[in-house]
């Protein structure tokens, strides 16, 4: 087992329920337990400026599968919830990309373990901070040792909120 950490985004349509039915759908998986979210972040887009803002989290689990495996679940779930793949960077309805998958590092043709671009997303950052400060990289930085321009970054729901619990 490991730990793995997935990010996901939302900017059409009701982005909450999109959220969370990916997360309800991650945590059927077979493959992945003992789930727990960050906070729900609303933040603006990157890339592609001109589309809704996006709702993002982090979500922390642990998995028995192998990076290309998880990375084949999660674009399951995206297209099972009706992602369309038009625009790079465009709007969509659920957006789940693997962040990192244990200690290790993982390059292929379709998968870079961690996320290439983890370190300037502050859309990841916060939530990932949140939940795991003190995860080491695979070049044994910390978490809460990446900067990151914040700014942009609302809280828009706790996670108990986010899973319905009463606060």
């Given at each position: 087992?490991?730990?793995?950490?997935?990010?996901?985004?939302?900017?059409?349509?009701?982005?909450l329920?999109?959220?969370r039915?990916a997360y309800q759908?991650l945590?059927?998986?077979p493959?992945?337990?003992?789930?727990?979210?960050?906070?729900?972040?609303?933040?603006?887009?990157?890339?592609?400026?001109e589309?809704?803002?996006?709702?993002?989290?982090?979500?922390?689990?642990?998995t028995?599968?192998?990076?290309e495996?998880?990375l084949?679940c999660?674009?399951?779930i995206e297209?099972d919830?009706?992602r369309?793949r038009?625009?790079?960077w465009?709007?969509r309805?659920?957006?789940?990309?693997?962040?990192?998958?244990?200690?290790a590092?993982h390059?292929?043709?379709?998968?870079?373990?961690?996320?290439?671009?983890?370190?300037?997303r502050?859309f990841?950052?916060?939530?990932?901070r949140e939940?795991?400060?003190?995860?080491?990289?695979?070049?044994?930085?910390?978490v809460?040792?990446?900067?990151v321009e914040?700014s942009g970054v609302?809280?828009?729901l706790?996670?108990?909120e986010?899973?319905?619990e009463?606060s």
């Amino acid at each position: 087992m490991a730990a793995c950490f997935l990010g996901l985004g939302s900017n059409l349509g009701d982005r909450l329920a999109h959220l969370r039915c990916a997360y309800q759908a991650l945590a059927a998986e077979p493959g992945l337990t003992d789930l727990r979210p960050s906070s729900v972040y609303e933040t603006a887009p990157v890339g592609l400026v001109e589309q809704p803002d996006f709702l993002n989290l982090v979500v922390v689990a642990e998995t028995v599968l192998g990076p290309e495996e998880l990375l084949d679940c999660a674009l399951r779930i995206e297209a099972d919830l009706g992602r369309e793949r038009t625009v790079r960077w465009g709007p969509r309805v659920i957006d789940i990309d693997v962040l990192l998958l244990g200690s290790a590092a993982h390059r292929s043709a379709r998968l870079q373990v961690p996320h290439p671009r983890l370190a300037e997303r502050a859309f990841v950052l916060v939530p990932l901070r949140e939940i795991a400060p003190d995860w080491r990289l695979p070049d044994g930085q910390r978490v809460r040792e990446m900067a990151v321009e914040e700014s942009g970054v609302r809280l828009a729901l706790s996670a108990a909120e986010f899973l319905g619990e009463p606060s």
